[in-house]
């Protein structure tokens, strides 16, 4: 997708798809001089935020769409949430159009400062590539390229819009590649796969490197629990690290750590039959913290940041963890492992001590970790876990301005209990109760060392017999735009 900022007249501008707000759409019909139509179209639709209404024309532009709720309905300036839900309609109807571009008008949406302009430009263009995303890579019948090129938004304020189409397209990079990771198939996307996906992060660009831990190395660094969730599985695990230096040379890293399992069957402790195929998503962590750093890339956010992707899969092989076991992770604590379906956590300990090395300004670990995630919040909002309250609010802060929302939960002390261990230092299950905190709680034993959030995902992160969302990358983006800025 193309994305691109005009200004000018709504009546000049050559464009197949033109997208007005209700309150605007007489002007507009006006102008164009069709008035007589989408008099008839607005007479015969009634305006609600999320609502479409269709107007169908007979020269260039072919195609007006009309958002939003009935003026009367809203005399204010709509909020940035309806602008978002009338915005993700709209995209809906502008994927199965026939059309090669679309323009959406912002200064009829009442856009009033630059802010708002920057924020409404980044959602029309946001929401269009989205409903625009297909993954299709497997179908032997290739279906028809589509036909949406690009898309514009119209404004006088040119400077924001550009920084928006800027943005938004990094963020477009970042999040396909997410996407198209988290959907490819199991047997295609093992740790290997992810590797050398990763590795082509760093190809030509001098400010990345990208570099893979085996397994030999992970054994010589102490990596116990890392290791011993793979140990059932044929296919090598691999710890995959991308470094960025894009920001001022010593400035502390940031640094994203994503939960990596190619496949969870949850080894001896075997899942159910039923929903199985889901844990294809299960390194959905891994593939957002990617997303991240081919965004930060793409982006050229002035930013070091350093992004690791904790990749294995969970088999229950020969050789495979039993629940009992007592394995000792990179950090000298030992862990027994009660039930081997805890495996993500057992691989993000060992990526947390080893991110101690980067002395980083801020960790953010992203796993779909539990069940119990789902149970709390289902699909709207992902858990939120941190040691650090300006770090909590600066990505909840993130979320809400991306509309990838995150939702705070508590990891106090009370819960740590639960995953004390008889025969280990920790054991790597807290029973039924609060199973996301309690995860949680076994990951805080291991950040210790710098300012930490936990992202809790299992709910956002993908769609069940849809696809991967890509979530909580847009939260991630906007959090390390605004650490970004403030370098400057
Ligand atoms: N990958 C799962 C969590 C999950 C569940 C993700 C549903 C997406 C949707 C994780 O490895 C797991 O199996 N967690 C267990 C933990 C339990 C054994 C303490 C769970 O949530 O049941
Ligand atoms: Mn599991
Ligand atoms: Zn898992």
Redesign the pocket.
């Known amino acids: 997708m193309r994305y691109a900022t005009r200004t000018g007249n709504v009546a000049s501008v050559a464009t197949d798809c033109l997208v007005v707000a209700r309150r605007a759409a007489s002007g507009v019909a006006a102008a164009l001089g069709v008035e007589e139509q989408v008099r008839l179209v607005l007479e015969g639709t009634k305006g609600r935020v999320g609502g479409v209404a269709r107007v169908y024309l007979a020269k260039r532009p072919s195609r007006l769409l009309i958002i939003g709720a009935d003026a009367k309905d809203n005399g204010s300036a709509g909020s940035l949430a309806d602008f978002r839900r009338d915005m993700t309609a709209a995209a809906g109807a502008i994927a199965n159009l026939d059309v090669r571009d679309a323009t959406v008008c912002l200064d009829d949406f009442e856009a009033g400062d630059e802010s708002d302009v920057y924020r409404k430009a980044r959602i029309a263009l946001a929401a269009v590539a989205h409903a625009s995303y297909r993954f299709s890579a497997y179908k032997s019948k290739k279906p028809t390229p589509a036909k949406l090129r690009q898309v514009a938004v119209l404004t006088c304020r040119r400077a924001p819009a550009r920084r928006a189409a800027a943005h938004a397209q990094a963020l477009d990079d970042g999040l396909a590649l997410a996407k198209d990771l988290g959907n490819q198939p199991p047997n295609v996307c093992n740790p290997s796969f992810v590797a050398r996906e990763a590795r082509k992060l760093g190809r030509g660009n001098a400010n990345v490197t990208v570099s893979v831990i085996d397994e030999r190395k992970m054994a010589e660094l102490g990596m116990g629990a890392f290791l011993s969730v793979t140990r059932g599985s044929a296919t090598p695990a691999k710890m995959i690290i991308v470094h960025i230096k894009q920001g001022t040379k010593g400035d502390k890293p940031v640094v994203l750590i994503g939960k990596g399992?190619t496949f969870?069957t949850?080894g001896i402790?075997l899942?159910a039959g039923a929903g199985m195929e889901?844990?294809k998503?299960?390194m959905c962590g891994a593939a957002a913290v990617l997303g991240a750093a081919k965004a930060t890339i793409e982006g050229e956010l002035p930013i070091n940041l350093i992004a690791i992707a904790a990749a294995a899969e969970?088999m229950p092989g020969s050789q495979a963890s039993r629940p009992s076991d007592i394995v000792t992770t990179m950090s000298g604590q030992t862990v027994e492992i009660l039930?081997t379906?805890?495996?993500?956590r057992l691989v993000l300990c060992d990526a947390l001590t080893y991110a101690e090395r980067f002395k980083p300004a801020a960790v953010i670990d992203v796993a779909?970790?539990?069940?119990?995630q789902?149970v709390a919040l289902g699909s709207h909002a992902s858990a939120l876990y941190a040691n650090d309250d300006d770090l909590a609010d600066a990505v909840a802060d993130a979320g809400d301005a991306a509309g990838d929302r995150v939702w705070r939960m508590p990891l106090w002390d009370e819960y740590q209990k639960a995953i004390d261990s008889t025969f280990a230092d920790i054991k790597n299950?807290?029973g039924r109760a609060a199973?996301s905190i309690t995860?949680a709680c076994f990951l805080s034993r291991f950040s210790k060392a710098f300012p930490w959030v936990h992202l809790d995902v299992?709910?956002t992160a993908y769609v069940a017999g849809r696809g991967s969302s890509g979530r909580p990358l847009p939260a991630l983006f906007e959090y390390l735009l605004k650490a970004a800025s403030a370098n400057g």
């Open positions: 399992i969870d949850g402790n899942k889901e844990m998503f299960d969970n039930n379906d805890a495996e993500g779909t970790l539990t069940g119990a789902v299950v807290g199973g995860a299992a709910g």
